[in-house]
T-cell receptor, first 118, second 114 residues
Framework: AQKVTQAQTEISVVEKEDVTLDCVYE???????LFWYKQPPSGELVFLIR??????QNEISGRYSWNFQKSTSSFNFTITASQVVDSAVYFC???????????????FGAGTTVTVRA | DGGITQSPKYLFRKEGQNVTLSCEQN?????MYWYRQDPGQGLRLIYY???????QKGDIAEGYSVSREKKESFPLTVTSAQKNPTAFYLC?????????????FGAGSRLTVL
């Protein structure tokens, strides 16, 4: 069974501080995908980043960066120089390679609420 | 603009009443999903449909029903059998069946049972 754990329930920072969100996953699949979604107060989840299990290269995209380590089954996400608009709930998610009928597997973590204070 | 429209945004229900949440997408996506969100529990899958006239139960289907008569529509009915229906409900859609594809979400419907 797949499982995603976000141990941090809430994080509060002052604007311009960096924020790192932890995500640990469990899967028996060799091919899988990891995602981060953002849920602002409006409620709609917005896709941020995706990584496949064969690509452990860590990247930076604007103020976002991520650290994918298969050895520790972790997919951490960092917001650099946080802004008030970054305040949201952030979800880590895991899916297998093929979403087969009757065997759907897309797992979400419980989410981490980030509050950025001015 | 393409996207997912959920309605109503807020809904109040008396105990014992059924209520139907609407979800419409104009993205021509094949699969559609309903999630329930409770504080501290993340998103839990209620039902999903990968093709018209076919749908599958998710992890918490009891007390809910769905239909998929049209590709663009996937309404969710919260029945009186659902013991604790107060929650935030999110509809999503997906193009194709690859796990690499990104879910597109609606803005959600908040249901409160009085």
């Amino acid at each position: 069974a797949q499982k995603v754990t976000q141990a941090q329930t809430e994080i509060s920072v002052v604007e311009k501080e960096d924020v790192t969100l932890d995500c640990v996953y469990e899967t028996r699949d060799t091919t899988y995908y990891l995602f981060w979604y953002k849920q602002p107060p409006s409620g709609e989840l917005v896709f941020l980043i995706r990584r496949n299990s064969f690509d452990e290269q860590n990247e930076i995209s604007g103020r976002y960066s991520w650290n994918f380590q298969k050895s520790t089954s972790s997919f951490n996400f960092t917001i650099t120089a946080s802004q008030v608009v970054d305040s949201a709930v952030y979800f880590c998610a895991l899916s297998e390679a093929q979403l087969r009928s009757n065997d759907y597997k897309l797992s979400f973590g419980a989410g981490t609420t980030v509050t950025v204070r001015a | 603009d393409g996207g997912i429209t959920q309605s109503p945004k807020y809904l109040f229900r008396k105990e014992g009443q059924n209520v139907t949440l609407s979800c419409e997408q104009n993205l021509n996506h094949d699969a559609m999903y309903w999630y329930r969100q409770d504080p501290g529990q993340g998103l839990r899958l209620i039902y999903y449909s990968q093709i018209v006239n076919d749908f599958q139960k998710g992890d918490i289907a009891e007390g809910y029903s769905v239909s998929r008569e049209k590709k663009e529509s996937f309404p969710l009915t919260v029945t009186s059998a659902q013991k604790n229906p107060t929650a935030f409900y999110l509809c999503a859609s997906l193009r194709g069946y690859s796990g690499a594809n990104v879910l597109t979400f609606g803005a959600g419907s908040r249901l409160t049972v009085l």
